[in-house]
Nanobody, 117 residues
Framework: VQLVESGGGLVQPGGSLRLSCAAS??????????MSWYRQAPGKERELVAG????????NYADSVKGRFVISRDNAKNTVYLQMNDLKFDDTAVYYC?????????WGQGTQVTVSS
């Protein structure tokens, strides 16, 4: 399974970004798997930001991003998104998408999000 994130960048506080994660693989059916976004800030452990069920009907968020971030997916495009609004300095991190398949964990290469004035 390959996961490729995109959409990161430099944004001012209060701004917005939308991250995308495209998934692919041999005999891989994207709609079979729950998907998640994690992030890792410098000097900190990787933390769960948001998750979405395989059909998209159930989502969950870290308390720190509730009401500001929205996770969604398009199973026809094998893509999961993270819409990030009202960004804060503390949101600066490398953002990774993640899935677990047959007991194995798969991570993307990450995309940098920097919130700075």
């Amino acid at each position: 399974v390959q996961l490729v994130e995109s959409g990161g960048g430099l944004v001012q506080p209060g701004g917005s970004l939308r991250l995308s994660c495209a998934a692919s693989g041999f005999r891989f059916t994207f709609s079979f798997y729950d998907m998640s976004w994690y992030r890792q800030a410098p000097g900190k452990e990787r933390e769960l930001v948001a998750g979405i069920s395989r059909g998209g009907g159930t989502t969950n968020y870290a308390d720190s991003v509730k009401g500001r971030f929205v996770i969604s997916r398009d199973n026809a495009k094998n893509t999961v998104y993270l819409q990030m609004n009202d960004l804060k300095f503390d949101d600066t991190a490398v953002y990774y998408c993640f899935l677990r398949r047959a007991g194995l964990d798969y991570w993307g290469q990450g995309t940098q999000v920097t919130v700075s004035s």
